[in-house]
């Protein structure tokens, strides 16, 4: 057994999962429930009257060889927010048990342990480095309740990439003692390989990714969670049986072949060349103290007057977010970088603003 197990709630280690009605496509189905006929205009590949199947393997086939893992290292749910939550369902006791988190950083991870009923430790960035990890800091609030250690590279909202190395030797240093989660859902904007073919190599490593950003499909709800067999197995216990919708599944699949694939790459190197014209836009402007170096396809920036920026920004029609209520944010927003005609709107409405002062 891998040892990191020993870290999950005992309950959930015995807990005798949901038993799905079975999925047996060769025979017709009288077993689930489910109205015999479709709804009117349903035009699915599956059928909308039929309950999904879960973990389809198909779709998990597809994932496995994105990410260049095995297929019982993958499991799919609705957005990274489910991988969070089933993870810290698994490993923390209510009351009990905490994780670490890294701000200012992704609040899912808080949010979900607070649900649970999970106790929450916060080993800030080092802001003075370039928002950097501290490793130390992280070994130093570590202790025998802290069953997860969340980060998130390239990090939200900082956009920085957290140091890979450091982050291997909170693998080896915590292993059997912490599961170390890292949040990617932003790799694919960044000149770094991820940590998924470390997966072998650490045992205690789970590594979530997306379909949101890079490929476009937010609004399909897919994310993944890649981790040691185990792992995965005692996560499927909890996640609900029919997590991913049948339109999911098969738009998915549609979206992320060969033809999409390459298409997502080509709207990557446009995005990376319009991160570059928009930090050097901002930059311009006497509205911005400064823009922070990213890794991601947004812009973390630091103004002179942050409610002016917004303003001029909503006088043309867009909308940015505000990071002013993170402590270590004063005057920051956060900027994702858009299309081209999009960003020149945004740099002449703060440059305009600008003028006026």
């Not at 949901?18 to 059928?47: C, I, K, Q, T, V």
Request: with cysteine.
């Amino acid at each position: 057994m891998n040892s990191v197990l020993k870290l999950a709630r005992p309950d959930i280690l015995t807990l005798q999962p949901y038993s799905h009605a079975a999925w047996l496509p060769e025979l017709e189905r009288l077993h689930a429930n489910e109205m015999p006929w479709r709804a009117g205009g349903d035009d699915s590949e599956a059928g909308l009257n039929r309950y999904p199947e879960p973990q389809p393997p198909e779709l998990i086939e597809r994932l496995a060889q994105m990410y260049g893992v095995d297929a019982d290292q993958v499991l799919a749910g609705r957005g990274s927010d489910e991988a969070i939550d089933v993870l810290v369902r698994a490993f923390c006791r209510a009351g009990q048990d905490s994780v670490i988190i890294c701000p200012p950083t992704f609040g899912m991870y808080k949010v979900a342990a607070k649900i649970q009923g999970a106790g929450v430790v916060e080993v800030p960035l080092l802001k003075a480095k370039g928002f950097a990890l501290d490793e130390a800091g992280i070994l130093a609030a570590w202790h025998p309740a802290i069953k997860i250690v969340f980060l998130c590279s390239p990090n939200n909202p900082t956009g920085n990439l957290l140091d890979a190395a450091a982050i291997e030797r909170l693998c080896v240093t915590l292993r059997d003692k912490a599961l170390i989660v890292v949040d990617e859902a932003y790799i694919e904007f960044a000149s770094a390989p991820g940590f998924a073919p470390l997966l072998e190599k650490h045992s205690n490593l789970a590594v979530l990714r997306t379909l949101s950003k890079a490929y476009a499909l937010a609004g399909a709800r897919c994310g993944v969670l890649l981790a040691h067999p185990e792992i995965i197995s005692l996560l499927q216990r909890i996640i609900p049986p029919y997590a991913l919708p049948s339109l999911t599944v098969e738009a998915v699949l549609r979206l992320t072949g060969p033809t999409a694939r390459t298409e997502a790459a080509d709207h990557i190197r446009v995005l990376l060349a319009e991160r570059q014209g928009l930090v050097a836009g901002l930059e311009r402007s006497t509205l911005i103290r400064r823009v922070w170096p990213s890794d991601a396809n947004y812009l973390l920036v630091e103004c002179t007057d942050a409610d002016q920026v917004i303003a001029a920004v909503k006088s043309v029609k867009l909308i940015v977010r505000d990071q002013r209520a993170q402590p270590t944010l004063p005057g920051c927003l956060r900027i994702s970088v858009g299309t081209p005609e999009q960003n020149q709107r945004l740099l002449a409405a703060i440059a305009a603003a600008g003028a006026r002062q």
